[in-house]
């Protein structure tokens, strides 16, 4: 009994996390989008968040809420693979140099005119999202032992979200 109390709690925070992150997103999206300033932040004051991280956070929201639907773990993969790749190409575009053109393209599917704090991601957001792809990837699979390697990646976004 006590074990399914604490799987329905953990299922509804997880639900509520997802909803606040989505919440969030879309409302630094729409800040940007109607360009409304005090919306493109997600801490009142705070630097103004890129439109490629609002929109890999709804990403990543969405694929965590997937997977807990018993239907839907590919989709999740799926989107979670997009993150992957998306935190990949940023990290090549900070370390190397190399401009994938993938985060103004990003960026241009909200606006029109992207200006560079926009259309560019942190470093450590972009590494934060290599970190969450590959959670999402390891929990959407089957397997023992792939749960906790996906914490140990949560645990390294958490580290990094705590040292920006």
């Known amino acids: 009994m006590a074990a399914t109390a604490a799987k329905t709690f953990s299922s509804r ?4 996390a997802c909803g606040l992150t989505a919440l969030l997103s879309s409302l630094v999206l729409l800040g940007w989008i109607f360009e409304i300033p005090a919306l493109t932040t997600f801490i009142p004051g705070g ?4 439109v490629p991280t609002a929109f890999l956070l709804l990403l990543a929201a ?9 239907r839907l ?17 940023g990290l090549a575009e900070i370390w190397l140099g190399y401009s994938s053109g993938i985060q103004e393209k990003i960026t241009r ?3 029109s005119s992207p200006t560079h704090v926009a259309a560019h991601m942190l470093p450590h957001a972009v590494l934060s999202f290599v970190f ?21 990646f949560a645990l390294a976004v958490m580290v990094l979200a705590l040292q920006a």
């Open 73 to 89: 773990p590919q989709l999740a993969a799926l989107l979670g693979a997009v993150l992957l790749i998306m935190g990949v190409l």
């Open 132 to 152: 969450l792809g590959a959670a999402l990837l390891l929990m959407a699979s089957d397997g023992m032992g792939r749960s906790y390697i996906a914490q140990g």
């Open 62 to 70: 969405g694929s965590l809420l997937l997977l807990r639907l018993p």
């Open 109 to 111: 599917l909200f606006l």
């Open 13 to 16: 925070l997880t639900a509520l």
């Open 47 to 50: 630097p103004p968040a890129p």
